[in-house]
């Protein structure tokens, strides 16, 4: 499975980014695919993630801002951002596994990452 990300760049305080995720293999036959995040000198987290049947998880800090979801084109897994803080500046990466569970954070497949910068 191979994952590229792209969407990242600078936004506003409040304002708003759509990051997509191609990947090589449906979507829709992965167990797990998730959104990772990388702050400067932090280390990684999981944003969000969606599971086979299309439950989706969020960590408190960007739930009801972000919303994780696959595309009817069944290559491709988005992220919109809304609402954006500074604090959501970060590397952000595309993860996916083809077993679950998709709780943990054992994501075999992971893209190169894009870059989101928010300014105050």
Known sequence: VQLVESGGGSAQA????RLSCTSST???KLACMGWYRQPPGKERERVAYITKAGNTVYRDSVR???TISKGSAKNTLWLQLTGLKPEDTAMYYCAASTTGPCST???????QGTEVT???
């Open 14 to 17: 409040g304002g708003s980014l």
């Open 26 to 28: 449906d979507t829709y």
């Open 64 to 66: 009801d801002r972000f």
């Open 105 to 111: 954070n054992l994501y075999t497949y992971w893209g």
């Open 118 to 120: 928010v300014s105050s």
